[in-house]
């Protein structure tokens, strides 16, 4: 092998064997920094270059990444290593990207198309800003209000976006997750923080506080108590806390500590308390300035007071702005104020106010009663794909329709797989055709396990009912009244009853005239058009054209179907 082949099989393998430590320190960077390094290297070669400036190179190399690998050692070299990685970097990428300044400062990032808010964050043109997103596809699959919220969060907190760019991945996390870290580390007092440490937030919480002192992030006389007093805790609140920790904590455990004695004083309870909380809902890296800011609003703002957060503790891991978003932009939900909502049900507080939004479209649309609304609030919880989606299978059955304003629908739609659960259950056991009522396929199990016992020895009568008082404007009980037993069959179900109103309504008879005549719905809408058809040619209701608009007419049509079909036949 050449002299020339040789360096470049020994730089390569400098490369791959300290690309692992590299990764772990830099993140993308180091992956970045490989790709440059070995495609300039070819070039290098390929162009006859001086073999004692690669041999050069390739030592220096190796020098910076044997000091990456022992960057615990001293913090002075980390910040050497970052500086001459950095150059590096700059030195083999565009000009356009190593010129890119943080212009979008103070500038809040809408939720508009991916394109325009890459072009406003990175101050680039459309055509880098398409590059960018087809070079990544979980970038170009984020949903446009987690990449702003994201973006936004990273502006606040003063996050250069050369340093983002090079950390992509920190534009499609969970925007709460990146939130809660950020503010976290702030609160516990570490410096300058950049997108690298940003993006490795799971290792820094896992490093004890003494490793991270040394790594120049925090001050060699730090102390904690610093980050009670922030938070308004009175000085006598203070002075009582028994507060024991050392430098070998990690710093997750650290801010566990710090934040048992924050709720424990703002709840009202005793830390044994709070630590069953925080491992219900998850609280030990959630910020407690952002949770000082949301005990704010929601005393406040929504009228929700200290033994109500308790008993839904989730609410401590909202996040302020989507709260204040909620305030803002949903003002109500299907017609009925947002605030009612979170007073039956304060969970809503923790969907994306966007999802709020699409949900309310969606309900909307529905002709749904306002008592129906009220009675499953939980149903705005549902994300909005999964609510149209089983909407979708809904409309499929015939019965939807007919049973759309039924107070219980939302419940069809709400518990979903248990309702699908219960319906395979009756296909399989029952050999009946008749299905039971809403109140009791989505009602209790004590409930359906009953109707599965003596369930076929009565109709469903209650949701035809229910369809009926909503055509005919009067009570459930007003109609009970009009409808005689021996009129029910197997035939009569909310299908069939709403078949035979539509037919009756499209002849010209009035709701005075269906009331007077209920009964006739309850009859197979094939023998209701058969005899209406007869009805004109009959004798004792000659002349029609006058008979018709008497009230009784449909009693006169029911004598005849009772005539001619025997309920014997009909069942």
């Given at each position: ?171 499609y996390r969970c925007p709460l997750t ?34 991270i002192k040394k790594w120049g992030l ?235 016992t003596v369930g076929d020895l009565r ?113």
């Amino acid at each position: 092998m050449s002299p020339a082949g040789l360096v470049l099989s020994h730089l390569n393998y400098y490369i791959k064997k300290n690309m692992r430590t590299m990764k772990n320190v830099l993140g993308l960077e180091a992956t970045v920094m490989l790709k440059s390094v070995c495609s300039s290297s070819k070039v290098f070669w390929k162009k006859n270059a001086l073999r004692l400036q690669a041999l050069q190179f390739a030592h220096h190399f190796s020098s910076q990444t044997e000091t990456l690998h022992n960057l615990n050692d001293e913090s002075s070299s980390e910040k050497a290593v970052r500086t001459y990685h950095q150059r590096a970097y700059e030195k083999l990428s565009t000009a356009e990207e190593a010129n890119v300044e943080f212009h979008s400062a103070n500038r809040i990032i809408q939720p508009t198309v991916h394109v325009e808010m890459i072009q406003q964050y990175f101050n680039v043109g459309k055509t880098t800003a398409y590059r960018m997103l087809e070079k990544d596809k979980r970038l170009k699959a984020c949903g446009v209000h987690n990449l702003a919220r994201n973006m936004n969060t990273l502006q606040e907190n003063s996050v250069d976006p050369v340093n983002v760019r090079k950390n992509m991945a920190l534009l499609y996390r969970c925007p709460l997750t990146t939130e809660h870290n950020i503010a976290v580390m702030k609160e516990l007092g570490l410096n300058d923080l950049k997108a690298e440490y940003i993006i490795q937030a799971i290792k820094l919480f896992k490093s004890s506080v003494a490793m991270i002192k040394k790594w120049g992030l925090l001050p060699e006389h730090y102390d904690p108590m610093e980050t009670l007093t922030s938070l308004e805790i009175p000085d006598h609140v203070l002075n009582s806390v028994k507060f024991d920790w050392s430098n070998h904590l990690t710093l997750a455990q650290l801010h566990q500590k710090l934040s048992i004695v924050y709720l424990s004083w703002r709840l009202n309870c005793s830390e044994k308390e709070v630590s069953k909380l925080q491992q219900t809902y998850r609280l030990a890296k959630k910020s407690m300035k952002l949770q000082q800011k949301i005990f704010d609003q929601l005393e406040h703002e929504w009228n929700i007071d200290i033994q109500k957060i308790r008993l839904n503790g989730y609410l401590l891991t909202c996040s302020p702005t989507n709260v204040y978003l909620i305030d803002n932009k949903v003002k109500q939900i299907a017609g009925i104020s947002i605030k009612e909502y979170v007073g039956m049900t304060p969970r809503i507080l923790t969907i994306p106010y966007h999802q709020l939004l699409q949900v309310d479209k969606i309900l909307s649309k529905l002709d749904l009663p306002e008592k129906s609304l009220k009675t499953l609030p939980r149903i705005c919880t549902l994300h909005p794909d999964t609510l149209e989606e089983r909407l979708n299978e809904l409309r499929q059955i015939p019965e939807f329709h007919a049973l759309q304003s039924h107070p219980r629908m939302l419940h069809l739609i709400y518990y979903h797989k248990k309702v699908s659960s219960r319906l395979d259950q009756l296909q399989q056991v029952k050999s009946t055709s008749a299905l039971p009522s809403l109140n009791t396929l989505s009602g209790t199990k004590k409930i359906f396990d009953k109707y599965m016992t003596v369930g076929d020895l009565r109709q469903n009568k209650r949701d035809v009912i229910m369809l009926l008082s909503k055509h005919m404007n009067v009570k459930p009980n007003v109609i009970r009244k009009h409808l005689h037993d021996q009129c029910w069959g197997s035939q009569t179900n909310v299908v069939n009853v709403q078949r035979n109103i539509l037919t009756l309504k499209e002849v010209g008879f009035t709701e005075e005239q269906l009331m007077a005549g209920l009964d006739v719905l309850l009859y197979p809408p094939d023998l209701l058009h058969d005899q209406l058809a007869l009805l004109p040619k009959r004798p004792q209701v000659q002349p029609f054209s006058e008979y018709k608009s008497n009230v009784n007419v449909l009693q006169m049509l029911l004598y005849f179907m009772e005539k001619n079909v025997s309920l014997t036949s009909l069942s």
